[in-house]
């Protein structure tokens, strides 16, 4: 029996037409590629989210969702796959639009074999050469840290993205906890044109008064009592970089002003010098509390706010994004997997159905977090839903027939879960409110927004 041969490449065919699709299927089979096929741009996105795949050949024009949108879709969720796009005579504009927006090359229909066998090819050499690139600058982040999602409201964050980073505009991120804003902000930075300079992260909360114009402005050596040697503050250290101010709304009103000055001249005075000092930095700030009404109730400067809310992008939480569950548990359980030295899991379809039915109100953080504390409780080949930890709400049960028609309503029912999550969590916890934080996979600042929002009294909940 003959040795099989390896395969040129795993590429996934994307035509809506079937005797088009299982024709160029046979072709590329015989010219030693491996191949999928998907009759849509939901195909193509469920065919990705279960086996990866070296390119894409995609027909322009698909039913529904066209080969343009499928584009835009993996240059979010999978910015490394070259797609390439096959188009009519009458559609060439549609398709440079295609390269545009990320496509790696196109070829007219009808395709030539020996054409598209050489698009192909190029595509796949492209790819090996940006695998050894990534490999060669892998150091202090992994680009495994970008994020990721196919929903609609994640595809347009992105493309938001995209058009700011070029610009040297200050942004604005809102979002709740865990719904990856210091992704976004590490990634408008990479994209920018400072990505060769410094990114610096700063948590706005966590820094008393006293201590701010030192963390951020620096200080010379013997300035005051304990200055031991200087020290270069947070904008010198972002200088002609990026400077990532997380939990901007929960800044002390005195120290706003301090900041205005830096983002209205570009300077500022540290402590011990005679001459202010002058910076390059760009702004990308955070929040996850209403910093509209912080502005409204005067705990908020007015016009520092209007210097950083230029660009305001807003990061939809996860029970908004369910497409994105399958795709991200997939990206957590693989590098959960590997970090931990153990094959990764196949994820069992009852699992993956709670996954998607719960309401997440840790957001994307919380979903690692359930996901990797399964994987080191039940090391296994498979996460079947014995496996999941015990997190109260994760399995929602069927409606029974004496339900009403509101208890149906989709966020009616996650509602009602939710508030029985909260209140499982404080029982088992005792009460201890960072402990049933523990459970849910949330810090103790969204366990009390849930509390208020619920009108949940701890005490009452756990009968003391």
């Known amino acids: 029996m003959a ?26 089979g015989e010219r030693g590629f491996d191949v999928d096929l998907a009759e849509d741009v939901a195909a193509a996105i ?92 892998r150091g202090e982040e992994s680009s495994d840290d970008a994020p990721v999602g196919v929903s609609p409201s994640w595809v347009a964050v992105m493309e938001t993205v995209r058009s700011v980073a070029a610009s040297d505009a200050t942004v604005l991120l809102l979002g709740e906890s865990g719904t990856g804003k210091e992704l976004v902000a590490r990634l408008i930075h990479r994209l920018s044109r400072r990505s060769r300079g410094p990114y610096v992260r700063v948590n706005c909360a966590a820094i008393p008064l006293e201590m701010w114009e030192s963390e951020f402005f ?25 400077l990532f101010m997380d939990e901007i709304a929960d800044m ?48 908020f400067r007015h016009d520092l706010f209007y210097r950083l809310d230029v660009v305001r992008i807003a990061l939809p939480p996860l029970r908004e994004r369910k ?47 359930v996901l990797e504390r399964a994987l080191i409780l039940n090391p296994g080949a ?24 509101d208890d149906l309503n989709i966020r009616t029912a996650l509602a009602r879960r939710e508030k029985e999550s909260l209140i499982e969590a404080l029982r088992r916890a005792r009460g201890v409110r960072k402990e049933a934080a523990r459970l849910l996979g949330i810090d103790q600042r969204n366990l009390a927004y849930y509390l208020r929002k619920h009108g949940i009294n701890p005490d009452e909940s756990t009968g003391s």
């Open 252 to 299: 002390p009103l005195p120290a706003q002003a301090k900041i205005l000055r830096v983002l209205q001249d570009g300077e500022f005075d540290r402590l011990g010098d005679e001459q202010p000092t002058r910076v390059d930095v760009r702004i990308v700030a955070a929040t996850n509390s209403d910093i509209d009404a912080a502005v409204a109730e005067r705990r």
């Open 3 to 28: 040795e099989k041969k390896p395969a040129r490449g795993r590429v996934l065919i994307v035509e809506d037409e079937a005797y088009v699709r299982a024709s160029l299927g046979e072709l590329l």
């Open 46 to 137: 469920a065919s990705l989210s279960r086996s990866p795949v070296d390119v894409v050949l995609t027909d322009l024009r698909l039913p529904g969702a066209d080969g343009q949108d499928l584009v835009k879709r993996m240059q979010v969720a999978y910015p490394q796959v070259p797609v390439v796009v096959l188009t009519g005579q009458g559609t060439i504009a549609s398709a440079v639009a295609c390269i545009k927006a990320g496509a790696s090359d196109y070829i007219l229909k009808p395709a030539d074999p020996e054409a598209l066998e050489v698009a192909l090819d190029r595509a796949l050499a492209n790819r090996a050469l940006q695998r050894e690139v990534d490999y060669l600058r």
């Open 382 to 405: 498979d996460l079947a839903s014995l496996d999941l930890p015990p997190v109260a709400g994760l399995a929602v049960p069927p409606p029974s027939a004496a339900e009403s028609a």
């Open 218 to 242: 620096g200080h010379r050596k013997g300035s005051f009592t304990g200055a031991a040697g200087d020290r270069e503050g947070r904008f010198r250290l972002a200088h002609r970089g990026t």
């Open 323 to 369: 497409e994105d569950v399958p795709l991200l548990a997939g990206r957590f359980v693989r590098e959960i997997a590997a970090r931990l030295g153990q094959p990764a899991p196949e994820i069992a379809k009852d699992v993956m159905a709670d996954l998607m039915a719960y309401s997440w109100p840790g957001n994307v953080r919380e979903l690692r977090n």
